[in-house]
């Protein structure tokens, strides 16, 4: 069997690696020139059901290279007010009880995407064809698939796996029916080094765990602090000093925020806005902020700002199985609002790796999409129920009784101690599959 996947994203080099452990004949075509393109967004949180899925694609040492660069776990998910007032926390020894033992081998992970990239590329140095940029495919009479690149070069193979993100070309041919739906969300992010100053900013909770602030007119804003115990020598195992993707790596401490609101409150050239220009929106939409959230705005690197256009994929049926699928965003891009989009690709890529070395291709997809079908879409509709453009948040007039209900309503469930365990079982469900019997 000979495997072509587009894309060299998470979920594209995930399945090659599992594939390639298996002998099974792999090229991944990347349109990116070289290894270092491509790596917008600087933190991905990878879940229990992510980790188990890296653990199953990956080779033992690659995945022990994984863990000793991800950064110091969260402690703490912490909602505030844009004054810094405590909504909801979970996290701490006061919640332990709440989710009982936690396997360290599948715990919650932060990881630089340039890291994880990075990580999932090695080994893969002859699989992985960069400056590809896919075109379109045709099946052959003898049940193999060819696919065509805008320099002229084509190739052929057994199956073809569309791994090519959101504006997946792949996927536009072979379901041109599926769409993807605009949030009217849109979003900044930005990037800070973590310096002492920056660190004598944080409040403990702050800096130890992932922090959102709601704020009138449905803005919100996400921080996330990045420490690497590797990077200062307090875990630097052989493995991560031999591994070669280091080579490639510059992270180095940093926090990071993304800044998000409706398109009717944003200029109509946002997508267009440079870095700088971005920066100074960002200070300008947060004028009355708390003076700490206004300096961790204010001390990012502009040049380090960036646009995105929140958009999401609309649940299609099933449909006949060939050997043409796909996997990630590809088929089911969502929103931030469960954080758990990489992990799905992940998912994708275990489950296909997994039924394509078990079993025969057509059998193997026709079971993967079996399975996709139902938690991929799930996934979707549950993300996009907690961040979307028509949700009360974000309507001009009654939005502030909304925000005023949620606040309260999440202050309320801090407190009240079954109600919290059940959100926070609830929330530990959707990134544990593995909690789904408890």
Known sequence: MHVMIIGAGTGGLALAQRLTAAGIEVSVFERDLTRTDGLFGYRVGISPDGSRALHSCLPPPLFETFKRTAAISPRYTNFITEKMGELFVAGGPEDADILGPVDPEFTERSVSRMTLRQILLTGLEDVVRFDKKFERYTQNPDGTVTAYFADGSSATGDVLVGADGTGSRVRKQFLPHAKLVETDLFGVTGKLPLTDE?????????LRGVTMAFAPKGISTIFHVMEFEWQRGETDPELVRAWPGLTFDNTRDYVMWGFGSHRRLLPPNFMDMSGPELHRLVLDRTRTWAPVLRRLFLLADATSCFPLNIRTSEPVDPWPSTNITLIGDAIHT???????????????????????????????????????????????????????GNSIAHKPVIGRLGLAGMRTGMRFANHFRPLKRKILKADARNRDHARQAD
């Open 198 to 206: 920056v660190r004598a900013l944080l409040p403990p909770k702050m």
């Open 334 to 388: 969502m929103t931030p609002g469960l954080g758990v989009g990489a992990n799905t690709a992940l998912r994708d890529a275990e489950l296909l790796g997994d039924n394509l070395v078990r079993m025969a291709a057509l059998a193997g997809i026709a079971d993967y999409e079996r399975q996709m079908h139902g938690y991929a879409w799930e996934a979707v509709v549950k993300s996009r129920e907690r961040f979307d």
